[in-house]
C-alpha cells in the first residue's frame, strides 16, 4: 500500500542509485532485532499446493528473484524476508569489475520496462564466496557466473571454471550465463564448439560436488540456434534451462530512452521470453527442467509459464514497479487462480497448455 509513495520518491533518483538506497534501506532495517520476522510476516507469501521441484531441489513456490538484483550477495537475506522461493545471485566474475561507465541503467516507465548495461559490474568471486558463506538456509540459493570483460573469447572456459570451482560449493546450484548483451561477444557462447568446451569443462569441474547446472539462454537466438543450444545442453548433461536474459531487440516501446543501448527487460519482453519458453519446452521435451524470466508482472503471467510448461519462474523489473509486495501478490493471485480452476497443487499446472 505504501509503495507507490516509496516508489515516487525513488523514482526521482537515478535507477542505480534508487537501487543502491533499497539495497542499504533493506540491510538497516533488518539490522533492527525482530524486524526480519516482521517482514517476513507482512510478506508472506502463499506456499500451500504451490511447492515445485528442480534437479532435485525443492522450491516452496515457483517465484524466484532473478540474476542481476543482488549481484554481490550483499541483500540475499533481506531478499528471502520478502518471501522468494530461491534466489540467484550475481552474475559473479572471477576478478571484481568496475562494469560500463555511468549511468548505466534506464527505467521505461511508459512501457513498464528497464534498459541497462552494467556490464557485468561484479565485486569477483572471492567477496562473493565469503558472503555466500553466511547465505540464508531453508532456501535455495543459485549463484549466476560469467567472465571478466578483459578475458579474451578463447579463454572464456577458464573463467567460468575458476568461478565455478570458488563458488559453487556455497550454492545450491550454479547458472552459467551466456547470454548478458553486455559483455562483447559473450553471447557467442551459444555457438556449439564453444558451448561444447565449455560444459564439458564445467561438467569435469562439476564432478566431486555434483551441483545441478542450469544455462541461462538469450531470447534473441533464432529457433535452429535453440536447437543446438539445446541439444548440446543436454548431451553435457545439463540440469535445466532459464529462459531468457534481456532481449537487444526493441519491440512495442513508446516512451523515452529506448535509444539506449543495453538489454531490454520488463513488459516489452513479455511476449519475446514466452515465445523462447514454447521453443524451449518442444526442445527440451521434459528432459530439463525450464525456469522462465522476463516481462512477468502479475499472477497471470506466472500461471501461463507454468501451462506452457515452466518449472520455476523468476522476477527483476517488476519488482521494481510493484515493489516489495511482489512475491506475496503473485503467489496469493496464483492460488486464486488455481482455485478457481480447481487445481490443488503446481504439478497439475505445469505443461498443461504446451
Ligand atoms: C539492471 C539489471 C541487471 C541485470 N543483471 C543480470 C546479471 O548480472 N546476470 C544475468 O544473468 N541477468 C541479469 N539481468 C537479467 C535478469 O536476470 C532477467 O533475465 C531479465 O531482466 C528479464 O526478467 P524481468 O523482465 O523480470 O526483469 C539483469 C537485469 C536488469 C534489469
Known sequence: MFYPILRSALFQLDPEEAHEHTVRALNTALSVPGAASVMRSIYRPATHGMQTTIAGMSFAHPV????GFDKHADITHGMACLGF???????????????????????LSTDRGLINRMGFNSAGMEVVAARLAKRPRGLPIGVNIGKNRDTSLEHATADYVTAF??????????????????TPGLRQLHETTALQELLGAIRSANQLLNKPIFLKISPDETPQQLEQVISTAIAYGINGIIATNTTVTRPNLSGPHTNEAGGLSGMPLRMLSMATLRTVVALTAGRVPTISVGGISTAADVYARLKAGASAVQVYTAMVYTGPAIVAQLTWGLAALMRRDGVTTIAEVIGTDR
Open 85 to 107: 522461493s530461491h534466489i540467484e545471485v550475481g552474475t559473479v566474475t572471477p576478478k571484481p569489475q568496475e562494469g560500463n561507465p555511468k549511468p548505466r541503467m534506464f527505467r
Open 165 to 182: 570451482s570458488r563458488l559453487a560449493p556455497h550454492a545450491d546450484y550454479v547458472a552459467l550465463n551466456i547470454s548478458s548483451p553486455n
Open 64 to 67: 524466484g528473484l532473478a540474476a
